[in-house]
């Protein structure tokens, strides 16, 4: 059992620019990345056999986004809104180089 004041493991970090996850830091993440695209494949061949059956596998990835999406959420870093790093001062990040004297 982990103490409580231990940090937890990040398996989706935060995307630097824009809002949502990137792509995943450690094994258990591609495994659920790899098991989603798996799951779309089988679901594919299986429901799409029968092509009247397209509003079905429409349904099915829906549910099988939520549940991506609910993984990413439970173990990724807390989504927002991020545009880039922030520093203290722009002269900081080095996009003044070139007017240097």
């Given amino acids: 059992m982990k103490p409580s004041g231990a940090p937890r493991k990040i398996w989706f970090p935060a995307k630097t620019y824009g809002w949502g ?3 995943p830091v450690c094994w258990q993440g591609w495994a659920v990345v790899f098991a989603y695209i798996a799951a779309a494949c089988v ?3 299986v429901i799409l056999s029968d092509p009247r059956r397209a509003y079905w596998y429409t349904l099915y990835m829906l549910a099988l986004t939520a549940a991506l999406i609910a993984v990413s959420w439970w173990k990724g870093e807390k ?3 991020r545009w880039g790093e922030k520093t203290a001062d722009p002269r900081e990040s ?3 180089q070139s007017r240097k004297r």
């Fill in 43 to 45: 679901g594919a061949m």
């Fill in 94 to 96: 080095g996009a003044d």
């Fill in 21 to 23: 996850w990137g792509p």
């Fill in 79 to 81: 989504p927002g809104w």
